[in-house]
C-alpha cells in the first residue's frame, strides 16, 4: 500500500509508490553497508594494533595471552627508535613550511595570473602527484650519485619538498579559485595598497587552506618511506625503522605500540585539517563532503 505524503506548506497529499520507498530503503541499507565497509577497511587495521599493543606477547594471534603497558616502555626507551623518531620530525618541520612557501606562490602564480605555458607548468607541478614514489625515489638517487651528492636528511629534505609542495599547490589554488576578485578590487578603490589587501582580505580567506596544507604536508613527509629509502644513507627515519623492525619478531609488539600512537596523532591531524578545510570552504572543490551534505 502506497504512503501518503503531505509536503510542508502544501494541502495535497502526495502518495509515494511502494517500489519507491523499497528502492529508497534498499539504497540506504547499501550505503550503509558500504560506509561501514570503508570504515572497518581503513580504522580495522588501527583496531588490531591497539589491541596487539597491549597484549602480554609479541605473537600476533588471538586469544590474547594478557594486558600488558610492556611495550611502550620497551618503545621509550629504544635509542635507535627515539633516534629515527627526532629524523622524521626534523625532516617534516622542514619540508612542510617550505612546501607552504613554494605551494601558496606556486597557486597564486597559476590561478592569478594567465602567461604562455601555464598549462605545461600546471602539469610539471601536478606531476608529483600521480608519479609512484618509488620511481621519484630512484630517480633521485641517481641524480645524486652522479652529482656525487652525499646522501644524508637534506638529500631527504630536497626530494620530499619536491614531492609534497604540490599538494599545498592544488589546496590553495582550490581555495583561490573561490575567491571573488570583486572584493580585492573594491579595496582597492578604497585606497588599500596591495599589501593590506593581501594581509586583510586574501589571507584571511585562505588561512584555513594554509593550515590545512600544512598538516598535510607534515604528515605526508613524517610518514613517506618510498624517498626516504632511496635517499637517506646511513640514518634512519620512523618509517625506515619500522621497515627494518618489522622483519625481526622479538619487535613486533613494540612497532605495534608506537604505532598506535602515531597513528592516533596523526588521525588527530589529518581531521583537524579536514576540519579546517570545511570551514575554509576549499572542501568541495578538492571533492570533499562540508559538513552540511554529511
Known amino acids: 500500500m502506497a504512503e501518503v505524503a503531505r509536503p510542508a506548506g502544501a494541502g495535497v497529499a502526495v502518495r509515494v509508490p511502494a517500489g519507491v520507498r523499497a528502492r529508497a530503503a534498499v539504497n540506504t541499507a547499501l550505503w550503509r553497508l558500504f560506509l561501514g565497509f570503508t570504515f ?43 633516534e629515527s623518531l627526532v629524523n622524521s620530525t626534523v625532516v617534516a618541520f622542514i619540508v612542510a613550511p617550505v612546501c607552504l612557501v613554494l605551494g601558496t606562490l606556486t597557486g597564486f602564480g597559476l590561478t592569478r595570473f594567465r602567461f604562455h605555458g601555464r598549462g605545461l607548468i600546471g602539469g ?16 633521485a638517487l641517481m641524480a645524486y650519485g ?18 609534497t609542495f604540490p599538494l599545498v ?12 576578485r570583486v572584493q580585492e578590487e573594491a579595496a582597492i578603490d578604497l585606497g588599500c595598497s596591495r599589501l593590506q589587501v593581501l594581509r586583510h582580505i586574501i589571507m584571511p580567506h585562505i588561512a584555513s587552506a594554509l593550515a590545512a596544507s600544512a598538516i598535510f604536508a607534515f604528515t605526508w ?27 625481526n619478531p622479538d619487535h613486533t ?13 596523526q588521525v588527530v591531524m589529518i581531521y583537524a585539517a579536514l576540519k579546517l578545510l570545511r570551514r575554509g570552504g576549499a572542501a568541495s572543490a578538492l571533492g570533499i563532503p562540508s559538513e552540511e551534505e554529511l
Open 40 to 82: 572497518l577497511a581503513l580504522f580495522g587495521p588501527l583496531v588490531i594494533l591497539l589491541l596487539f599493543s597491549f597484549n602480554d606477547s609479541n605473537i600476533l594471534a588471538f586469544p590474547l595471552e594478557g594486558f600488558t603497558l610492556n611495550w611502550y616502555s620497551v618503545a621509550w626507551q629504544d635509542t635507535l627508535l627515539r
Open 124 to 139: 610539471l607541478v601536478g606531476a608529483p602527484l600521480i608519479l609512484p614514489w618509488e620511481v621519484i625515489g630512484i630517480a
Open 146 to 163: 652522479r652529482m656525487h651528492i652525499e646522501l644524508n636528511l637534506r638529500t631527504v629534505i630536497a626530494t620530499q619538498t619536491i614531492c
Open 169 to 180: 599547490t592544488a589546496i590553495v589554488s582550490a581555495q583561490l579559485f573561490r575567491f571573488e
Open 221 to 247: 613527509s613524517f610518514n613517506n618511506f618510498e624517498i626516504s629509502f632511496f635517499t637517506i644513507g646511513f640514518q634512519q627515519t620512523f618509517p625506515i625503522w619500522v621497515y627494518s623492525s618489522v622483519r
Open 253 to 265: 609488539a613494540v612497532v605495534n605500540a608506537v604505532s598506535v600512537v602515531i597513528s592516533a596523532v
